[in-house]
């Protein structure tokens, strides 16, 4: 795996050095607990990349959205990072705690981020991690999610896919993409960002879209085999325009938009191109919530925070 170039290597050192406020995590029952993993890795330039996936859309909440590997917790003893590095394991492959890499892999936990509160009510906590290489000899230029990923669970992940890092702190892409050899299938760099200021937790909140440029050889999808009717219906549409050479786009938003946008603005010590709320996670909100009752030990399928939830819990001084 090629090195960290002296931007990246200042990037991860600032991740290493992160420390998080007190968080709410661990006060809020099992139920309630989530955690994602932010895994990032050098690519051929030295430049980093983020892992994300493509949910399948048989799933019942978020279904054919962008994510983060992660779920829920399994017990109150488990930590956040052991929660991500499970579900990543069940959902792409990527071999659990305890677990060996192929040589000369290795996962690096860098930190933890402010936990964040989904719309669930969910409580998720998103870890940082680095994968290299501790073989310094090596510097292959194979893609990392290619090598270490080589399971897909077909219920849960449609695609596997990567984007640069410090790119969500821009509005354009940040290189030229092409897809075969036509002009006409050039990726317009203006297409990369989209955003809107809305409501949620009783204040303005700006909602990120970032359009990731996909290139067919470089998604990791399940294997047609493991994958049932439905799905196969479902990723049709991208992969015929995969085949045809179209420039397809994976659409990153929601809270995933949010925590790569603030680990980034953490890493790169600077603020992006675009408007954005200054805090980091939902640590205070989530508080304010548990001081009025919500987050209990029982969670309801269709639980959701309502207007007058947040109204209640913002009242609290």
Same mark, same amino acid.
Request: with cysteine; charged share 30%.
């Given at each position: 795996?090629? !090195?960290?170039?002296? *931007?990246?290597?200042?990037?991860?050192?600032?991740?290493?050095?992160?420390?998080?406020?007190?968080?709410?995590?661990?006060? =809020?029952?099992?139920?309630?607990?989530? +955690?994602?993993?932010? /895994?990032?890795? *050098?690519?051929?330039?030295?430049?980093?990349?983020?892992?994300?996936?493509?949910?399948?859309?048989?799933?019942?909440?978020?279904?054919?959205?962008?994510?983060?590997?992660?779920?829920?917790?399994?017990?109150?003893?488990?930590?956040?990072?052991?929660?991500?590095?499970?579900?990543?394991?069940?959902?792409?492959? /990527?071999?659990?705690?305890?677990?060996?890499?192929?040589?000369?892999?290795?996962?690096?936990?860098?930190?933890?981020?402010?936990?964040?509160?989904? @719309?669930?009510?969910? $409580?998720?906590?998103?870890?940082? *991690?680095?994968?290299?290489?501790?073989? &310094?000899?090596?510097?292959?230029?194979?893609?990392? %999610? =290619?090598?270490?990923?080589?399971?897909?669970? +077909?219920?849960?992940? +449609?695609? =596997?896919?990567?984007?640069?890092?410090?790119?969500?702190?821009?509005? @354009?892409? %940040? &290189?030229?993409? $092409?897809?075969?050899?036509?002009?006409?299938?050039? =990726?317009?760099? %203006?297409? #990369?960002?989209?955003?809107?200021?809305?409501? #949620?937790?009783?204040?303005?909140?700006?909602?990120?879209?970032?359009?990731?440029?996909?290139?067919? &050889?470089?998604? $990791?999808?399940?294997?047609? !085999?493991?994958?049932?009717?439905?799905?196969?219906?479902?990723?049709?549409?991208?992969?015929?325009?995969?085949? +045809?050479? &179209?420039?397809? @786009?994976?659409?990153?938003?929601?809270?995933?938009?949010?925590?790569?946008?603030? $680990?980034?603005?953490?890493?790169?010590?600077? %603020?992006?191109?675009?408007?954005?709320?200054?805090?980091?996670?939902?640590?205070?909100?989530?508080?304010?919530?548990? @001081?009025?009752?919500?987050?209990?030990?029982?969670? !309801?399928?269709?639980?959701?925070?309502?207007?007058?939830?947040?109204?209640?819990? *913002?009242?609290?001084?």
């Amino acid at each position: 795996m090629p !090195r960290l170039n002296p *931007a990246s290597q200042k990037a991860i050192d600032r991740l290493r050095s992160y420390q998080p406020p007190a968080t709410s995590y661990d006060l =809020v029952p099992l139920s309630r607990r989530a +955690a994602v993993l932010l /895994l990032l890795y *050098a690519d051929s330039k030295g430049d980093l990349r983020v892992v994300l996936t493509m949910r399948a859309k048989t799933l019942s909440s978020y279904a054919g959205q962008a994510a983060l590997p992660g779920g829920k917790a399994d017990s109150v003893e488990e930590t956040p990072f052991q929660t991500a590095r499970r579900e990543a394991h069940e959902e792409i492959g /990527l071999a659990d705690i305890g677990q060996a890499l192929p040589h000369p892999f290795s996962v690096e936990h860098l930190c933890e981020f402010p936990a964040s509160l989904a @719309r669930t009510e969910l $409580v998720v906590r998103p870890c940082v *991690a680095l994968l290299h290489s501790y073989d &310094e000899t090596t510097n292959s230029n194979a893609d990392p %999610e =290619v090598s270490l990923i080589p399971k897909l669970d +077909a219920r849960e992940v +449609a695609a =596997v896919f990567t984007a640069p890092f410090s790119n969500f702190l821009s509005t @354009r892409d %940040e &290189e030229e993409w $092409v897809v075969g050899d036509r002009s006409s299938d050039r =990726v317009k760099p %203006e297409d #990369w960002y989209q955003g809107a200021w809305t409501e #949620w937790h009783q204040s303005n909140w700006r909602m990120h879209q970032f359009f990731v440029p996909i290139m067919p &050889e470089a998604v $990791v999808k399940p294997r047609a !085999r493991t994958r049932s009717e439905h799905l196969k219906t479902a990723f049709s549409e991208l992969e015929e325009k995969e085949r +045809a050479g &179209e420039v397809v @786009r994976y659409r990153v938003w929601g809270m995933t938009a949010r925590l790569v946008v603030d $680990v980034a603005r953490v890493a790169y010590d600077r %603020e992006p191109a675009f408007e954005h709320n200054s805090h980091l996670g939902d640590e205070e909100m989530i508080a304010r919530l548990r @001081r009025i009752g919500r987050l209990s030990p029982i969670r !309801r399928p269709g639980d959701v925070l309502t207007r007058e939830d947040m109204e209640k819990a *913002a009242k609290l001084s």
